[in-house]
């Protein structure tokens, strides 16, 4: 089984930390909050007093950070001075396109092979170990980390070269958030017209208005019982986690000269509902705010 280092045990590093852990791989893990770090020990990974002693003989290295200037930083201060070199490096974090081919590149100088290989599938699939991964990076540096992503996922896709996988992510995740509004949207219609939410279900989870974010996570309480609009959008995915990744498809979008006039909007309207003191609730209780209230 490899050594592996883990390094930012929050709420999707924490259950991925412990089910490889559970899969018998030796993981040397460390966060900058202790709490993290001790239950990540109780789910059977070893304490590591900084990020640098985590990598010190580690074979592969694994980091699910909040953003591209914490993974620039650890890259820069803690992973690449300390590994060994032949060390496969996965951030899974989900950071903007250059951080992620600027990393890699520090890497591939240093002789490490690395991938980005950010995820969705939120906390209920880190701890399931139902994960996608979206993958950038050689053949050679994907073919050795597929079985270790195996053990955190269900699904694995191999997006292109180092960076595609954040690429992947981002439009994935702008198409959920304007798809969420477009649905909320059709429900705040039909609200007003006098036409129940669950017939407009009905009806548009077997036409062609169907799409995730309605027939997964309904955002009125009803329909889809598993949905945080049942639990008073209770994330879930919280509305700042769509807004940073609205904002970095932006980035992106206006680094590469795409129009993406719906993701523009979509950003701009998660902005104000974040700023109304929404920031930690569920993404599609932006229906709330649409809805006037
Ligand atoms: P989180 O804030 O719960 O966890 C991040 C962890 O990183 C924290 O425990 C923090 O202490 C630690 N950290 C920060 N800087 C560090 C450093 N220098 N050294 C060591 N540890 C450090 O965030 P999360 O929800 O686990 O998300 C992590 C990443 O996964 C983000 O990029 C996010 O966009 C992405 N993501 C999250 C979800 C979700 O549903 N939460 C879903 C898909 C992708």
Same mark, same amino acid.
């Given at each position: 089984?490899?050594?592996?280092?883990?390094?930012?045990?929050?709420?999707?590093?924490?259950?991925?930390?412990?089910?490889?852990?559970?899969?018998?791989?030796?993981?040397?893990?460390?966060?900058?909050?202790?709490?993290?770090?001790?239950?990540? /020990?109780?789910?059977?990974?070893?304490?590591?007093?900084?990020?640098? $002693?985590?990598?010190?003989?580690?074979?592969?290295?694994?980091?699910?950070?909040?953003?591209?200037?914490?993974?620039? $930083?650890?890259?820069?201060?803690?992973?690449?001075?300390?590994?060994?070199?032949?060390?496969?490096?996965?951030?899974?974090?989900?950071? #903007?396109?250059?951080?992620?081919?600027?990393?890699?590149?520090?890497?591939?100088?240093?002789? *490490?092979?690395?991938?980005?290989?950010?995820?969705?599938?939120? /906390?209920?699939?880190?701890?399931?170990?139902?994960?996608?991964?979206?993958?950038?990076?050689?053949?050679?540096?994907?073919?050795?980390?597929?079985?270790?992503?195996?053990?955190?996922?269900?699904?694995?896709?191999?997006?292109?070269?180092?960076?595609?996988?954040?690429?992947?992510?981002?439009?994935?995740?702008?198409?959920?958030?304007?798809? *969420?509004?477009?649905?909320?949207?059709?429900?705040?219609?039909?609200?007003?017209?006098?036409?129940?939410?669950?017939?407009?279900? #009905?009806?548009?989870?077997?036409?062609?208005?169907?799409?995730?974010?309605? /027939?997964?996570?309904?955002? /009125?309480?009803?329909?889809?019982?598993?949905?945080?609009?049942?639990?008073?959008?209770?994330?879930?995915?919280?509305?700042?986690?769509?807004?940073?990744?609205?904002?970095?498809?932006?980035?992106?979008?206006?680094?590469?000269?795409?129009?993406?006039?719906?993701?523009? $909007?979509?950003?701009?309207?998660?902005?104000?509902?974040?700023?109304?003191?929404?920031?930690?609730?569920?993404?599609?209780?932006?229906?709330?705010?649409?809805?006037?209230?």
């Amino acid at each position: 089984m490899a050594k592996i280092a883990f390094i930012g045990l929050g709420n999707m590093g924490g259950p991925m930390a412990a089910n490889l852990a559970k899969a018998q791989h030796h993981v040397t893990a460390f966060d900058l909050s202790d709490a993290a770090v001790k239950t990540a /020990v109780e789910k059977g990974a070893h304490k590591a007093a900084s990020a640098a $002693e985590a990598v010190k003989g580690a074979e592969i290295v694994v980091t699910m950070l909040p953003a591209g200037k914490h993974v620039r $930083e650890v890259y820069e201060k803690d992973v690449l001075p300390n590994v060994a070199k032949g060390t496969l490096l996965i951030d899974c974090s989900t950071i #903007d396109v250059d951080s992620a081919r600027h990393v890699a590149a520090l890497a591939d100088k240093a002789g *490490m092979e690395m991938i980005d290989a950010p995820v969705s599938g939120g /906390v209920g699939g880190a701890t399931a170990g139902t994960l996608t991964f979206m993958v950038g990076g050689d053949d050679g540096a994907f073919g050795k980390a597929r079985p270790i992503l195996e053990k955190m996922g269900k699904n694995i896709v191999h997006a292109g070269a180092s960076g595609n996988g954040q690429a992947a992510k981002i439009c994935n995740n702008m198409i959920l958030g304007i798809s *969420m509004i477009a649905v909320s949207e059709g429900f705040m219609l039909a609200k007003r017209l006098g036409l129940d939410a669950q017939k407009l279900f #009905d009806v548009a989870s077997t036409s062609s208005g169907s799409c995730w974010s309605l /027939v997964n996570y309904c955002p /009125v309480p009803g329909p889809v019982p598993a949905s945080p609009a049942n639990r008073d959008y209770q994330a879930g995915f919280t509305a700042a986690m769509m807004l940073k990744d609205l904002m970095l498809a932006q980035q992106a979008a206006n680094a590469a000269g795409a129009s993406t006039p719906l993701g523009a $909007e979509a950003a701009q309207l998660f902005n104000l509902f974040v700023n109304s003191g929404n920031a930690a609730k569920d993404f599609s209780g932006i229906i709330r705010m649409l809805d006037g209230k």
